[in-house]
T-cell receptor, first 118, second 114 residues
Framework: AQTVTQSQPEMSVQEAETVTLSCTYD???????LFWYKQPPSRQMILVIR??????QNATENRFSVNFQKAAKSFSLKISDSQLGDAAMYFC???????????????FGQGTILTVHP | NAGVTQTPKFQVLKTGQSMTLQCAQD?????MYWYRQDPGMGLRLIYY???????DKGEVPNGYNVSRLNKREFSLRLESAAPSQTSVYFC?????????????FGPGTRLTVL
């Protein structure tokens, strides 16, 4: 079974600075997707960014980018030019693309609470 | 286009009571999922439905049942609620094709069992 670990329960950053959230995962599969979801106080789960394992190029979405290290099974999220609206809980998630009974299901990490200071 | 909707938003039950959480989507997605979110544990999969007419257990299915009523609707039932089922419940939908592999979440239902 796959596991996802976020070792930072809480992180903080000054507005306009850069912060990196860590995520590691364990899997024996080679074909999968990785995601970062944001959960603000409203509880809505919002997709931030996704990465296909077969792509070596790191995904980017505006101020959000990832550092995907497949061999190390590491998937960190970098937020540049942090804004007050970035304050939220961030979840790393794994999704198998290997078919079978695990197909489509997300496995989540424990989450990291990000605080942004003005 | 409402996306994924869940009802109710909040619910308080007494131990032993039953209730059904409703989820509906207008995204024409095949797969639907129920997760629960507990403090410090992230989201865990309860049940899922890969397509209309099929359902399968996830990581924490005990104490729950589900029904995939049609392509749009996927309900979660607690037959005899227990305090350990106090949680926030999320419904999600997603396709299986590579172009639709993102899951979209509903707003959640906060359930308290006394």
């Amino acid at each position: 079974a796959q596991t996802v670990t976020q070792s930072q329960p809480e992180m903080s950053v000054q507005e306009a600075e850069t912060v990196t959230l860590s995520c590691t995962y364990d899997t024996s599969e080679s074909d999968y997707y990785l995601f970062w979801y944001k959960q603000p106080p409203s509880r809505q789960m919002i997709l931030v960014i996704r990465q296909e394992a077969y792509k070596q190029q790191n995904a980017t979405e505006n101020r959000f980018s990832v550092n995907f290290q497949k061999a190390a099974k590491s998937f960190s999220l970098k937020i540049s030019d942090s804004q007050l609206g970035d304050a939220a809980m961030y979840f790393c998630a794994y999704r198998s693309n290997a078919g079978g009974t695990s197909y489509g299901k997300l496995t989540f990490g424990q989450g990291t609470i990000l605080t942004v200071h003005p | 286009n409402a996306g994924v909707t869940q009802t109710p938003k909040f619910q308080v039950l007494k131990t032993g009571q039953s209730m059904t959480l409703q989820c509906a989507q207008d995204m024409n997605h095949n797969s639907m999922y129920w997760y629960r979110q507990d403090p410090g544990m992230g989201l865990r999969l309860i049940y899922y439905s890969a397509s209309e007419g099929t359902t399968d257990k996830g990581e924490v299915p005990n104490g729950y049942n589900v029904s995939r009523l049609n392509k749009r609707e996927f309900s979660l039932r607690l037959e005899s609620a227990a305090p350990s089922q106090t949680s926030v419940y999320f419904c999600a939908t997603g396709g299986l094709a590579a172009s639709t592999d993102t899951q979209y979440f509903g707003p959640g239902t906060r359930l308290t069992v006394l």
